[in-house]
């Protein structure tokens, strides 16, 4: 079966960091390109990040840029997104999600809560 | 940045009522736009790429058109599974972005 499932997520005070991993089953990471979508309490879907099958090129949404890094370890089946200097607006469910154009494979999520 | 903007933000619909969801983007995106369902507390669910081709396993009742910068989903004869918000989403530029959502109610 093909999934990806999150996890990391948690409650951090404001400036905090906080770091989320994706693993993935079923399928080969290293043919995909990956990307990490946000959605905060009651609102909707923003993207955040991607990154190409094999590193080399990431792009990030303005309000993560200098802040959130994505990376992956496609040996190990892996997505990250390390997030630092945390701010109350980034609190919301992360969605690791398979793909750069159009969004087939989704997680649950991981719940993130910046708040003091 | 493209913006995509969709309409309405809700609308209150009945079972076999054929349903209309639309989305503009600030600039032209081709066909560059697909549709997702989300339920409460579920992750997002793709029914349409490419502005109108239908995901497989995904119901005939779904149908995606448009292009350039004017789109819109149109559900078929309603059923109670479809009550949900639904979002398009352009993969024309980076960053990708998402309409703000429909909420399909009863």
């Known amino acids: 079966e093909v999934q990806v499932v999150e996890s990391g997520g948690g409650l951090v005070q404001p400036g905090g960091s906080l770091r989320l991993s994706c693993a993935a089953s079923?399928?080969?990471?290293?043919?995909?390109?990956m990307t990490w979508v946000r959605q905060a309490p009651g609102k909707g879907l923003e993207w955040v990040a991607n990154i190409k099958e094999v590193g080399g090129e990431k792009y990030y949404v303005d309000s993560a840029k200098g802040r959130f890094t994505i990376s992956r370890d496609n040996a190990k089946n892996s997505l990250y997104l390390q997030m630092n200097s945390l701010r109350a607006e980034d609190t919301a469910v992360y969605y690791c999600?398979?793909?750069?154009?159009?969004?087939?494979?989704w997680g649950q999520g991981t719940l993130v809560i910046v708040s003091s | 940045d493209i913006q995509m903007t969709q309409s309405p933000s809700s609308l209150s619909a009945s079972v076999g009522d054929r349903v209309t969801i639309t989305c503009r983007a600030s600039q032209s995106i081709g066909a560059s736009l697909n549709w997702y369902q989300q339920k409460v507390g579920k992750a997002p669910k793709l029914l349409i790429h490419i502005a109108s081709n239908l995901e497989s396993g995904v119901p005939s009742r779904f149908s995606g058109s448009g292009s350039g910068t004017d789109f819109a989903l149109t559900i078929d004869s309603l059923q109670p599974e479809d009550f949900a918000t639904y979002y398009c989403?352009?993969?024309?530029?980076?960053?990708?972005?998402f309409g703000q959502g429909t909420k399909v109610e009863i």
């Open positions: 079923g399928f080969t990471l290293s043919s995909y390109w």
């Open positions: 989403q352009q993969y024309y530029s980076i960053p990708r972005t």
């Open positions: 999600v398979r793909g750069q154009s159009y969004f087939r494979v």
